[in-house]
């Protein structure tokens, strides 16, 4: 299933984002776009400023942006 498939299934309420380091950003924004949470693979985004912006555009839809370490 491609992401763009995943993110239009209404079935699915949370995306495991184990994408390159440098896609977790644009993959993570994505989904929560969508309405979806996301559970990421460290790093949540490979600039500062960008995972601060992930992390208010959860909040602001009331979404779950969280991290994993593997």
């Given at each position: 299933m491609t992401?763009?498939?995943?993110?239009?299934?209404?079935?699915?309420?949370?995306?495991?984002n184990l994408t390159i380091p440098q896609?977790?950003?644009?993959?993570?924004?994505?989904?929560?776009?969508?309405?979806?949470?996301?559970?990421?693979?460290?790093?949540?985004a490979t600039y500062f400023e960008k995972g601060k912006e992930l992390i208010a555009l959860a909040k602001k839809k009331k979404l779950y942006l969280s991290l994993i370490h593997i």
């Open positions: 992401v763009e498939e995943m993110l239009k299934d209404k079935s699915i309420e949370v995306i495991l896609s977790h950003y644009s993959v993570s924004k994505k989904v929560l776009n969508a309405g979806k949470h996301v559970y990421s693979e460290k790093p949540l």
